[in-house]
T-cell receptor, first 114, second 112 residues
Framework: EPEVTQTPSHQVTQMGQEVILRCVPI?????FYWYRQILGQKVEFLVS????????KSEIFDDQFSVERPDGSNFTLKIRSTKLEDSAMYFC????????????FGEGSWLTVV | GQQLNQSPQSMFIQEGEDVSMNCTSS?????WLWYKQDPGEGPVLLIA?????ELTSNGRLTAQFGITRKDSFLNISASIPSDVGIYFC????????????FGTGTLLAVQP
């Protein structure tokens, strides 16, 4: 069964460093998402991406964050100048273009900022 | 913003017992989804509900989309140890992006 894959599974970085989290969405999907889950809390929407541009972003997704689809398969989340509070599990997700279709999640990238 | 309140927050039950958890919202959603999350992993879709009043089963799981489109419940029958995990409801908020709004989660522990 096709799945969303994410790398790295775990990254430890020093405060102030830049981090890039990578995702390969399911191949025929057109909508892409990043979500975040701080340890012990619920999953929170960060950003959605369609047709090579951001379609919606949450208040969490400030200027520190950016997304990119550099080629036909990858979808990346960049966090500039990481802060301690950026430590969380980051989930990539994707779905097809049909309204109401379900969203499939990757296994997550666990980011620890020290 | 939209919020989904999930209850109970946690449940500790014996193997074989039935479980019920629910989710309520002040907003109307077009689709309700139930996910299970194991530690250190991503949410895995269990059941999707597309119509108000819809009752759907997936093995030992049964979920219903409330008539008002503001609530949903998930039942697990005859629980087994591998049912342990965190269960999240999620409302699919329509519009251009179809983003998911997640509930606060229900932690389920099953005693063998």
């Amino acid at each position: 069964e096709p799945e969303v894959t994410q790398t790295p599974s775990h990254q430890v970085t020093q405060m102030g460093q830049e981090v890039i989290l990578r995702c390969v969405p399911i191949s025929n999907h057109l909508y892409f998402y990043w979500y975040r889950q701080i340890l012990g809390q619920k999953v929170e929407f960060l950003v959605s991406f369609y047709n090579n541009e951001i379609s919606e972003k949450s208040e969490i997704f400030d200027d520190q964050f950016s997304v990119e689809r550099p080629d036909g398969s990858n979808f990346t989340l960049k966090i500039r100048s990481t802060k301690l509070e950026d430590s969380a599990m980051y989930f990539c997700a994707s779905r097809t273009a049909h309204s109401g279709n379900t969203i499939y999640f990757g296994e997550g990238s666990w980011l620890t900022v020290v | 913003g939209q919020q989904l309140n999930q209850s109970p927050q946690s449940m500790f039950i014996q193997e074989g017992e039935d479980v019920s958890m629910n989710c309520t919202s002040s907003s109307i959603f077009n689709t309700w989804l139930w996910y299970k999350q194991d530690p250190g992993e991503g949410p895995v879709l269990l059941i999707a509900l597309y119509k108000a009043g819809e009752l759907t089963s997936n093995g030992r799981l049964t979920a219903q989309f409330g008539i008002t489109r503001k609530d949903s419940f998930l039942n697990i029958s005859a629980s087994i140890p591998s049912d342990v995990g965190i269960y999240f409801c999620a409302g699919l908020y329509g519009g251009a992006t179809n983003k998911l709004i997640f509930g606060t989660g229900t932690l389920l522990a099953v005693q063998p």
